[in-house]
């Protein structure tokens, strides 16, 4: 499928120009609103931005921005009120429930603030039951190098009761990557921890990206967390106003200086 670039509409910033085969998930014009009339909040204001394959986004901007808003459109979790959204080359507006719970099981990852794990699992079932859902076997050989890399050898017979928190979102991101899907979201996922904690979860997600070519998209607070990535895209009022590439913890934080101050 061939995507047009969106030309620019209302003077929003369009961050679309990667190639469709190298896109793992776009958002063209997407508009999301909640209510109507006078109390309608426009939480996503025809927001254009593509997300490389391979590459390590981080969405900030201050609260009540769009940030989750955004990612739960591009993630299926939530629907659009204009605009689309295509991950790979599969359009979701006009796909079955069926088929988006398909897609989002077989081509979406998540890592969730809370962790999201089932308590009366053990942290390999946990892992596996995005694809023990599906009927597919696990690929043994994968699945081991991942919980190899997120040094959780030890600890799959665990419930995640018996885990610290950082132990349970690296259960997370373990079943996030399983799948190897096309794309991983991240909501907040170090929201709940502490720096060692999160700079271990961000390490690890890195370098699902620098070894294992995986994509990856999170919301953050933190410009520490956001200087993990290849790539801040700032969003203000539900629109997109800002973009940074390589950052750094200290670069993204002059840019929010200068977002606030506008
Ligand atoms: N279900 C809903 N009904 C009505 N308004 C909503 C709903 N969900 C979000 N909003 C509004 O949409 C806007 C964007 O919300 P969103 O949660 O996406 O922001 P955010 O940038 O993720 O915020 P935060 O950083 O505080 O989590 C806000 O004004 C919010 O109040």
């Known amino acids: 499928m061939t995507i047009p670039p969106p030309p620019e509409r209302s003077g929003a910033p369009v961050l679309t120009d990667v190639p469709d085969e190298i896109t793992a998930a776009r958002a063209v014009h997407l508009s999301k609103y909640y209510g109507s009339g006078d109390t309608q909040v426009r939480a996503l204001d025809d927001v254009s931005v593509a997300f490389r394959r391979g590459e390590f986004t981080a969405i900030m901007g201050p609260s009540g921005s769009g940030k989750s808003t955004l990612m739960h459109c591009l ?25 988006m719970t398909r897609l989002r099981r077989d081509r979406i990852g998540f890592v969730f603030q809370a962790f999201n794990l089932v308590p009366t699992l053990t942290a390999l079932e946990n892992i596996t039951l995005p694809s023990d859902i599906a009927g597919r076997k696990p690929d043994r050989d994968w ?13 799959l017979d665990h419930r995640p009761s018996e885990l610290s928190g950082g132990q349970q979102q690296r259960v997370a991101c373990a079943r996030a990557l399983a799948g190897r899907p096309d794309i991983i979201f991240g909501d907040e996922p170090t929201g709940n921890l502490d720096s060692r904690s999160s700079g271990e979860v961000l390490g690890i997600l890195r370098s699902s990206v ?36 390589d950052p750094t913890a200290d670069t993204v934080l002059d840019r929010m200086k200068n977002l606030e101050a506008v």
């Open 210 to 245: 620098t070894d294992l070519g995986q994509t990856v998209v999170i919301v953050t607070h933190d410009p520490r967390a956001a200087g993990y990535a290849d790539r801040v895209v700032f969003l203000a009022d539900g629109r997109i106003v800002d973009e940074l590439r």
């Open 75 to 99: 993630a299926g979790l939530d629907s659009a009120s204009d605009g689309s959204v295509i991950i790979g080359d599969t359009e979701l507006r006009g796909l079955s429930d069926k088929e």
């Open 143 to 155: 699945l081991d190098s991942v919980v190899g890399r997120l040094g959780l050898r030890d600890r």
